[in-house]
Structures are given as structure tokens and as C-alpha cells.
């Protein structure tokens, strides 16, 4: 496996599989209206993973991780939700979803860092799952 995941673009994959299907990760999710793009570069050439819409017309950011999250993670989420509130002021306040490969239990240090954000943020753990089959 350490030989195919130098080669697998997981983030990216992950990205792109949200931004198809952003129902999988949260009921009343939707693609954010008017983007050709599942990403959203900022006005300082910052980039999000995917933006999307809740059912209540929330704007939610969804930054993908492979690994573990780090309190840096965090802080990389929540300037894209400043970001994003700063261009669009008139939106309700974004939320803010991180995805991770890690472990599912969150450190002291990532819910302290989560709860002085001042934002609305879940951590979700994903799992990769591949399965083969005979043909016949």
C-alpha cells in the first residue's frame, strides 16, 4: 500500500467525490449555486477544497486531509471561513467541515483549537474501503 498511496492523489479524489456527491457527507448538501469550480480561490489566492450549500443556505467549506488533523488544519479551515465572510458578507456565517484519514478520536488540543475558532466546525474521519471480485 505505501507504494500506491505515493502515486494516489487522495485529497484531491476526495475532494472530487464530495463535490459529485455532497449528499454522502450530510443530508440537504448541495453544490454551491453558480460555480463551474467545486473549489473556491479567495482574493488572497487562497485555496478551499470544496464550497458547498446546506439545506438552509448555509455556506459550508470542506477541507480534506489525509492523515491525522492537526491544530494547523484547523486554522488553515477557519482562514477560509474568514475568507469567505469577508467576500460574501451578506451570506449567513459559514460553517466549516474537516475530513481526515486519522485517528477517530480528536486530542485536547484540536477541540480547544475547534472551540477559539468562533466557527460552527465538525470533524469527520473518512474510511477507504476496496474490495475486488472474481469476473466470471
Same mark, same amino acid.
Given at each position: 500500500?505505501?507504494?500506491? *498511496?505515493?502515486?494516489? =492523489?487522495?485529497?484531491r ?5 464530495? =463535490?459529485?456527491?455532497?449528499? +454522502?457527507?450530510?443530508?440537504?448538501? +448541495? ?13 488572497? !489566492? ?5 464550497? *458547498? ?6 455556506? #459550508? ?11 494547523? %488544519? ?13 467576500? =460574501?458578507?451578506? &451570506?449567513? !456565517? ?5 475530513? %481526515?484519514?486519522? =485517528?477517530?478520536?480528536l486530542?485536547?488540543?484540536? !477541540?480547544?483549537?475547534?472551540? +477559539? ?6 470533524? *469527520?474521519?473518512?474510511?477507504?474501503? #476496496?474490495?475486488?471480485?472474481?469476473? &466470471?
Amino acid at each position: 500500500w505505501i507504494g500506491l *498511496l505515493s502515486h494516489f =492523489a487522495y485529497e484531491r479524489s476526495l475532494s472530487d467525490y464530495i =463535490a459529485a456527491y455532497p449528499h +454522502r457527507l450530510e443530508d440537504g448538501l +448541495r453544490p454551491y449555486p453558480s460555480k463551474e469550480v467545486r473549489e473556491k480561490i479567495f482574493r488572497d !489566492r487562497s485555496r478551499s477544497d470544496v464550497l *458547498l450549500l446546506d439545506r438552509g443556505d448555509v455556506p #459550508v467549506i470542506v477541507e480534506c486531509k489525509q492523515g491525522s488533523p492537526t491544530p494547523d %488544519h484547523i486554522r488553515q479551515l477557519v482562514g477560509y471561513l474568514h475568507n469567505l465572510q469577508k467576500e =460574501a458578507p451578506e &451570506q449567513p !456565517r459559514p460553517r466549516g467541515i474537516l475530513i %481526515h484519514g486519522g =485517528a477517530r478520536k480528536l486530542s485536547t488540543e484540536m !477541540r480547544n483549537e475547534i472551540q +477559539r475558532s468562533g466557527f460552527e466546525i465538525e470533524v *469527520l474521519q473518512y474510511e477507504l474501503s #476496496v474490495g475486488f471480485s472474481p469476473c &466470471q
